[in-house]
C-alpha cells in the first residue's frame, strides 16, 4: 500500500476562479442552468416564461425520467454548478425528486424562486440536503404593488410568510431586486428591507423581450435618464460600472455576434429540453430529446462561435460595447435583425460609460451615423 493520497483544500473563491479560468480556456461546460417548467403560481408583467404557464404548453416539458436522463448527462460532462429554475421551482410535481437526484450527484445548486411558495415541509427537506444558494426575486416591498405586478393578489403576503421562513432555516439566499420604471421610487425601501436580512443591496435592469417574441415585457424598463439620476446617487462602493473604467474605450477585438462568453463554459436547458448557450440565445438551439448532451453542446457551440458581425454594423465598431447589454436574438425581435444595434441598449451603454470615465461621449448611433456621412 503506497501513502495515501489527500485531496488539497483550497477557498471557495480559489476553487470558483481557478476553475472558471481553466474551462474558458479549454471550453470545457462546467455551469449549466436547467429550467424545470414554466409553471408558476404568479403571472409578473415583466416575466419572459410567463407566455407558455398554461396548460396547452405543459405536455411539451420534460418528463421526470428524462431530466433525469439529463442529470446523469450533466454530470458526466464534468458541470460543477447547476441552476435549477422556472418558471417556479416549486411548482415542479416532481420538484424534490429531481432535486435530491441532483444534489445526489454533487453539483454545487443553485434555486431561483419567487420566494412565495416555501412551507416548513418545504424548508425541512430543503435543509437535509440544503443548496448552494437560493435566488429570490423581491421588485417591491409595497403590497398593493407587489399583488398589481404579480396579478395574484395575496401573492406580497405569501411572499413575506416564505421570507420569514427562509431567514430562520439557515439556508444561504439572496435578493435579488430588478429595477424597472415602475419601481425606480422604492429604491430606498428595497434596499432597507434587502438590508435587514443581513444582505448587501444590488439591483439589474435588463428586461427580455418574452419567449415568444413578444416585446411588451419592454414596456417596464428603466429610462435612461432615470439610471443616470440613480447612478450619480450611488456611493463609490455600489458602482457596478467602475471595474469596466480601468480598460480603455475601444472598438471590439473580435467580430463575433456573440461577445459575451456566449459558448465556452455554460450551457442552457430549457423546459422542453432544447439546448443553448443561454436563456436568450435562439440563433442556434437543439432539441435533446433527439441528440446525446455532448454532440447538441458541438454543434450549438460551433454554430455560435460561426455568427460574425458585418463590418458596417455599427456593433462592431462601437467603443462603447463594453458598457451594453445586448443581446443578438433580442435585437432580432425588437428590431427585425440580430446584427441590428437596440437603441436602448445604446442609451444605456452610454448613460454607464459617461457615468464611468467622467467623460462625454458621442453616441453609438449618431457616431456612426456621422462615419456614414463622412465615408459617403
Ligand atoms: S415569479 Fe418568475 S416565473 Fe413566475 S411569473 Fe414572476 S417572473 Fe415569471
Ligand atoms: S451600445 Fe449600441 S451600438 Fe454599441 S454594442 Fe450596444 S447596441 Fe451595439
Redo the contacts with the bound molecule.
Keep these: 500500500m503506497g501513502e495515501p493520497q489527500f485531496i488539497p483544500r483550497v477557498p471557495y473563491g480559489t476553487f470558483s476562479e481557478q476553475i472558471h479560468t481553466r474551462s474558458t480556456q479549454h471550453q470545457q461546460v462546467v455551469k449549466a442552468q436547467l429550467e424545470l417548467t414554466y409553471r408558476c403560481n404568479l403571472h409578473c408583467r415583466h416575466c419572459y416564461t410567463d407566455p407558455y404557464n398554461n396548460p396547452e404548453s405543459l405536455p411539451r416539458e420534460l418528463t421526470r425520467d428524462e431530466l433525469y436522463r439529463l442529470l446523469a448527462e450533466l454530470q458526466d460532462l464534468g458541470v460543477i454548478w447547476l441552476n435549477l429554475s422556472g418558471g417556479d421551482i416549486f411548482m415542479h410535481p416532481h420538484f424534490f425528486d429531481v432535486y435530491e437526484q441532483a444534489y445526489r450527484r454533487g453539483f454545487l445548486l443553485q434555486l431561483y424562486t419567487n420566494g412565495t411558495l416555501f412551507t416548513r415541509t418545504v424548508i425541512q427537506r430543503l435543509q437535509a440536503m440544503p443548496p448552494f444558494t437560493i435566488d429570490v426575486s423581491c421588485h417591491t416591498v409595497n403590497e398593493a404593488r407587489f399583488d398589481w405586478f404579480t396579478q395574484v393578489a395575496g401573492s406580497y403576503r405569501a411572499f413575506l410568510r416564505g421570507m420569514a421562513l427562509l431567514r430562520g432555516s439557515g439556508l444561504p439566499f439572496t435578493l435579488k431586486t430588478k429595477l424597472m420604471n415602475w419601481n425606480k421610487d422604492e429604491l430606498n425601501d428595497l434596499r432597507t428591507f434587502t438590508e435587514s436580512f443581513g444582505q448587501s443591496f444590488g439591483y439589474s435592469t435588463s428586461l427580455s423581450p418574452r419567449l415568444d417574441g413578444d416585446c411588451s415585457s419592454l414596456t417596464h424598463r428603466i429610462s435612461p435618464e432615470d439610471l443616470w439620476v440613480i447612478g450619480q446617487q450611488k456611493s463609490a462602493s455600489e458602482q457596478d460600472e467602475a471595474c469596466h473604467a480601468e480598460l480603455p474605450l475601444g472598438r ?1 477585438e473580435t467580430d463575433r455576434l456573440f461577445r459575451c462568453g456566449c459558448g465556452t463554459n455554460t450551457i442552457h436547458i430549457n423546459a422542453w429540453g432544447e439546448l443553448s448557450t443561454c436563456t436568450f440565445q435562439y440563433e442556434s438551439r437543439v432539441p435533446l430529446r433527439g441528440l446525446p448532451l455532448r454532440e447538441a453542446i458541438a454543434k450549438v457551440f460551433a454554430d455560435v462561435h460561426k455568427m460574425r458581425y458585418h463590418d458596417d ?3 462592431r465598431s ?4 463594453r ?4 443581446q443578438p436574438t433580442q ?1 432580432r425581435w425588437e428590431m427585425g435583425d440580430r446584427q ?4 436602448y ?2 442609451d ?3 448613460t454607464r460609460a459617461e457615468s464611468a470615465m467622467h467623460q462625454t461621449l458621442v453616441h ?2 449618431k457616431r ?1 451615423s456621422q462615419g456614414e456621412q463622412h465615408s459617403s
Design positions: 471590439p454594423a455599427p456593433c462601437c467603443t462603447v460595447h458598457f451594453c447589454d445586448k435585437a441590428a444595434p437596440i437603441p441598449d445604446c444605456v451603454a452610454m453609438p448611433l456612426h
